[in-house]
């Protein structure tokens, strides 16, 4: 009989926030820039797009998603990923630190 309440309890669940949670905790996860590099934040993926802005030394970000665009090199390799830093602010992957050579998240829509 438990068994049952717990399956019926299951089944009415409401999951309406299941994806801000998992965004959100996304967005918690941040990545090192490159040490003794101040990057350029881009208005889009490549660097013929406007700077935004510049992150200063020892900084770390979060990646919302991530996009393929112009390829940099940098002290990570060579990369033609861009990070999502925040809505219109992209950084090439090639100057953090993912511990990856591929897409840490979810592609940009």
């Known amino acids: 009989m438990a068994i ?13 926030g299941i994806a801000e949670t ?3 905790a996304a967005a918690a996860v941040t990545y090192p820039i490159a040490p003794g590099y101040q990057v350029n934040v881009r208005s889009g993926p490549g ?6 802005k510049v992150l200063p030394y020892n900084s770390r970000v979060p990646i919302r998603c991530q996009r393929r665009g112009q390829k940099v090199s940098g002290p990570y390799g060579t990369s033609d ?3 999502s830093i925040a809505a219109g602010q992209y950084v090439s992957d090639a100057y953090v630190k993912t511990g990856s050579d591929g897409f840490v998240t979810t592609p940009c829509g």
């Open 81 to 83: 990923i861009w990070d």
């Open 22 to 24: 998992a965004e959100t």
């Open 4 to 16: 049952e309440e717990i399956a019926e309890t299951a089944d009415t669940r409401d999951t309406t």
């Open 47 to 52: 660097t013929s797009y406007k700077i935004v």
